[in-house]
C-alpha cells in the first residue's frame, strides 16, 4: 500500500513537471534592440507596458495571460474602444503606475510577472536595468523604426504566446489588408508620387527617412519630403525638426498631419498664424490632411494597413474613389479580433 | 560708459544702442531659402514705399512672412526678459535672479503643458500667459504680510510658487501619451520657429507696456536697489514700486513667454553683461537691456535656424553662446560689477 502511495506521488510529480516543461518551454529570443532574452513560451503572466504590442498580443494570444497594463489614460483611451469586448476582465488587470520615465517596482512585483514588455529605444534603459536586476524578471525592449517592425512584432507575440500557427495567420490578415494599398500604389510611377510632408503635433516636427512613417507613406505612394533635404543628419533622424524656410523649399505636394487636437487642415491653409505657409504647393492646393482618428488608425499596431489605406486615400482620391473604407474597417476587426467595428459586437 | 573716461565704451554704447537695427536688417538676409541679397534689399525698397515688385511670390513670403516676424518676435523677446531680469536683479538686489524668479516660468509651463495635453480649447498662448500670471500674483500674495513685501519673502514665496507649478506640469506629463510629451518637452526648451504676425500683434501691447514704465520709472530702481529704508529715506514708497516694477517685469516676460516658450539665459545674462561693461546705473542700464537683449536674441536665433540644418531649440543657442562670453566678463571684472 505504502509502495502504491509512492509510486502515485512519484508519478504525479513527473506529470507536474512534464506538464510545466511542456506549457513553460524556456526559449531565448532577440529583442528588439538585440538583446537575448530568456523567456517562457508561452509567458504566463504578461505585463504590458506599452500599448502597441498590447495590441499585437490581443491578436495572437491568450487575454488571461495579460496580468497588468501601464497606468496611462492615454492608454486606456485607446483601448476602452474594442479590449474590454474580447479581454472580459480587461478592467480588472492591475496597473502598473509610472513616475516620470521610471516604472514603479513595487506596483510591478504586486503583479508578480514572468515577463514585462515596454518601450525602449537602448539597451541600457534604466527600466529595463531596474527590472531585470531588481525583480530578475525578464524584460522584452520594444522598439519600432519600420513596417517590417510592426510585422516582425506579430512573430514575437507568437513566440511570447506560444501561438506561432496564430501569428502567421495575423501576419497573412494584416498582408492582405495592406495588399488592397499596395495592389494600388504598386504600380504608381515615381513621377506620379507626391513629395508628403509629415507633420507630428509639434508642426514643425517631421518624420526622417529612417522611420516606420517613411514607410507607410512610401507603401501609400507617396514620397517622404525629407528624402529631398539637403542636410544628411535632418533627413535621417527619426523626428527633425525643420525650419519654415527648409519647409518651403522642401515644397510638398501634400501635409499629412498626426491627429492634432489643436490643429486642423483648415487652419495650416487659412490660418493667421500660418501665412508664411501659403506658397507651399500642398496648402495652396488644398491637399492638408490629417488622421482622423488617432486610436483607429494607429500605423504602429496591428491597424496599420487600416492607417495605410487611410493615407493612401488622401494621397491617390481617384484610385481609390472605389472603395469602401467602412466595410474594409469593419471585416479587418472581424478577422483579426472577431469583433465587429463600430459597433463593437462580437462576430 | 558715461561717467567712465574710457572712450572706447561710448563708441560701444552708441554702437549696442543701434545693434538691434544691424542685427535686424543682417538677419534678413540669412535662412535656408536662398534668396540674392540684391532682390531681398529691392524687395524692402518696393515694400516701404508701398509699390508692387515682380519677384516670385514664395520670395515675398520667405522675407516678409517668414523672415521678419521672426526677428521682430525674437528681438521683443529679447528686449523684454533682459529687461524683465534687469527689472527684478535691482528689486532684489540679487544677481542671480532671472525673470523667473516668481514662478513665472513654471506657471507658464504648467498652463502651456494644460492646454496641449488636456484642454486644448484653451489656446497654448493664453493658458501660458494666464498661468504665468497667476504664479506672479500668488507669489506676491504669499510673500505680502501687513502692507509689507519683504524681499526675502518675496523671494521664498516664488521658490514655492514653482515647486508647486513643476509638480502640476510633473502630473500632466505622467498623464499625457507621448507626442503630447514631445510638444510640450519642445515648448519648455522656447522656440520662435512658429513666429508670425498674428503671434507679434498679441504680444507686443502687454510686452512693450511692461518695458515702457519699466523704462520711464528706471531711476528708481537704483533707489530701490539700496534697499527699502534708503529708498524711505529719500521719500520714496519701496512698496508701491517695488509691486509696480514686479507687474510690469511680469508683464513683459509673461507675454513673450507665452508665445516663445522658455528661453533661459537671456534675461539673467544680459543685465549682468551690460552691468559689467557700463555700471550699474539703471538709467543706462535699461535702454542698454532693451537693445542689446533685442539684437542678442535676433543673432542667436540666427543660429538656431540656420547653423544646422534641423531647427535648434533657440534657448539651447542662448546658453552655449551667452555662458563663454559671460564667463569672460566675469573673469574680468570685480564681483560681476556688483561692487
Redesign the interface.
Known amino acids: 500500500m505504502k509502495m502504491h502511495k509512492r509510486s502515485v506521488v512519484a508519478a504525479f510529480a513527473c506529470l507536474v513537471l512534464a506538464v510545466s516543461a511542456a506549457c513553460c518551454a524556456e526559449v531565448t529570443i532577440k529583442d528588439d534592440l538585440g538583446r537575448e532574452v530568456k523567456i517562457n513560451s508561452p509567458s504566463e503572466r504578461v505585463v504590458f507596458m506599452m500599448e502597441n504590442a498590447l495590441k499585437t498580443y490581443y491578436a495572437v494570444g491568450d487575454p488571461e495571460k495579460i496580468v497588468a497594463l501601464k497606468d496611462d489614460k492615454w492608454m486606456r483611451k485607446l483601448l476602452e474602444d474594442i479590449f474590454p469586448v474580447i479581454d472580459p476582465d480587461f478592467e480588472k488587470k492591475l496597473t502598473v503606475s509610472i513616475t516620470g520615465d521610471r516604472v514603479d517596482l513595487e506596483s510591478l512585483a504586486k503583479a508578480n510577472p514572468d515577463l514585462v514588455v515596454l518601450w525602449a529605444t537602448t539597451p541600457d534603459d534604466v527600466n529595463i536595468k531596474a527590472i531585470e536586476e531588481t525583480l530578475g524578471v525578464p524584460v522584452f525592449a520594444i522598439f519600432v523604426r519600420s513596417i517590417e517592425d510592426v510585422l516582425h512584432q506579430v512573430d514575437t507575440m507568437g513566440v511570447i504566446s506560444d501561438r506561432m500557427e496564430r501569428a502567421a495567420e495575423v501576419k497573412g490578415i494584416m498582408h492582405d489588408y495592406m495588399n488592397i494599398t499596395t495592389n494600388v500604389t504598386g504600380s504608381i510611377p515615381e513621377s506620379e508620387r507626391p513629395k508628403v510632408y509629415w507633420m507630428w503635433t509639434d508642426v514643425l516636427g517631421t518624420a526622417g527617412v529612417n522611420s516606420g512613417i517613411n514607410d507607410l507613406i512610401e507603401l501609400a505612394g507617396g514620397v517622404n519630403v525629407m528624402k529631398f533635404a539637403e542636410n544628411e543628419t535632418a533627413m535621417t533622424m527619426e523626428h527633425p525638426v525643420v525650419n519654415l524656410e527648409t519647409l518651403i523649399k522642401l515644397n510638398p505636394d501634400v501635409i499629412y498631419m498626426w491627429y492634432n487636437e489643436n490643429l486642423d487642415p483648415k487652419d495650416i491653409m487659412t490660418g493667421e498664424e500660418f501665412k508664411g505657409w501659403r506658397d507651399i504647393k500642398a496648402v495652396k492646393n488644398g491637399r492638408v490632411y490629417e488622421i482622423r482618428n488617432p486610436y483607429l488608425f494607429d500605423a504602429f499596431s496591428p491597424r496599420m494597413p487600416l492607417a495605410l489605406l487611410h493615407v493612401a486615400m488622401d494621397l491617390h482620391p481617384d484610385r481609390f474613389k472605389d472603395v469602401d473604407m467602412d466595410k474594409i474597417i469593419d471585416d479587418f476587426h472581424v478577422d483579426m479580433w472577431g469583433v465587429h467595428y463600430p459597433s463593437m459586437e462580437k462576430a | 560708459m558715461v561717467g567712465s573716461p574710457v572712450p572706447y565704451k561710448k563708441y560701444l554704447y552708441i554702437f549696442l544702442i543701434i545693434s538691434p537695427l544691424i542685427a535686424m536688417v543682417l538677419s534678413l538676409f540669412i535662412?535656408?531659402?536662398?534668396i540674392s541679397p540684391d532682390d531681398i534689399i529691392q524687395m524692402v525698397i518696393f515694400n516701404l514705399m508701398g509699390a508692387e515688385t515682380s519677384h516670385p511670390?514664395?520670395y515675398k513670403?520667405?522675407v516678409f512672412?517668414?523672415?521678419l516676424?521672426r526677428v521682430l518676435l525674437g528681438m521683443l523677446a529679447g528686449a523684454s526678459l533682459s529687461v524683465s531680469g534687469a527689472a527684478f536683479q535691482a528689486i532684489f538686489r540679487n544677481p542671480l535672479v532671472s525673470p523667473y524668479i516668481l514662478g513665472l516660468s513654471s506657471g507658464a509651463a504648467f498652463g502651456a503643458a494644460l492646454?496641449?495635453a488636456l484642454a486644448?480649447q484653451f489656446p497654448?498662448q493664453l493658458s501660458a500667459l494666464f498661468f504665468s500670471l497667476l504664479a506672479v500674483g500668488f507669489a506676491y500674495y504669499i510673500a505680502t504680510s501687513r502692507g509689507s513685501t519683504p524681499v526675502i519673502s518675496l523671494l521664498l514665496a516664488g521658490v514655492i510658487v514653482s515647486a508647486v507649478f513643476d509638480s502640476l506640469l510633473?502630473i500632466i506629463?505622467?498623464?499625457?501619451?507621448e507626442?503630447?510629451l514631445?510638444?510640450i518637452v519642445?515648448w519648455l526648451m522656447g522656440s520662435l520657429?512658429?513666429a508670425?504676425?498674428?503671434?507679434i500683434h498679441s504680444t507686443l501691447p502687454l510686452a512693450l507696456a511692461g518695458c515702457a514704465v519699466i523704462y520711464l520709472l528706471r531711476w528708481r530702481l537704483n533707489v530701490l536697489a539700496l534697499g527699502d529704508e534708503e529708498a524711505r529715506s529719500v521719500g520714496m514708497n519701496p512698496e508701491l514700486y517695488k509691486a509696480v516694477f514686479v507687474v510690469a517685469a511680469s508683464l513683459a516676460a509673461s507675454s513673450v513667454v507665452s508665445v516663445v516658450g522658455i528661453i533661459g539665459f537671456v534675461g539673467l545674462v544680459i543685465p549682468h553683461m551690460m552691468r559689467m561693461i557700463f555700471g550699474p546705473d539703471h538709467t543706462h542700464l535699461i535702454p542698454l537691456c532693451i537693445t542689446f537683449g533685442a539684437a542678442f536674441m535676433v543673432l542667436v536665433d540666427d543660429i538656431a535656424?540656420?547653423g544646422?540644418?534641423?531647427?535648434v531649440p533657440v534657448g539651447v543657442i542662448t546658453t552655449l553662446i551667452g555662458a563663454p562670453f559671460f564667463a569672460y566678463l566675469l573673469r574680468s571684472t570685480r564681483s560681476g560689477g556688483w561692487e
Open positions: 535662412g535656408k531659402f536662398t511670390s514664395v513670403t520667405v512672412e517668414v523672415r516676424p492646454s496641449i486644448p497654448v510633473s506629463q505622467m498623464a499625457v501619451n507626442r503630447a514631445q510638444s519642445y520657429a512658429t508670425s504676425w498674428s503671434k535656424r540656420s544646422m540644418g534641423f531647427e
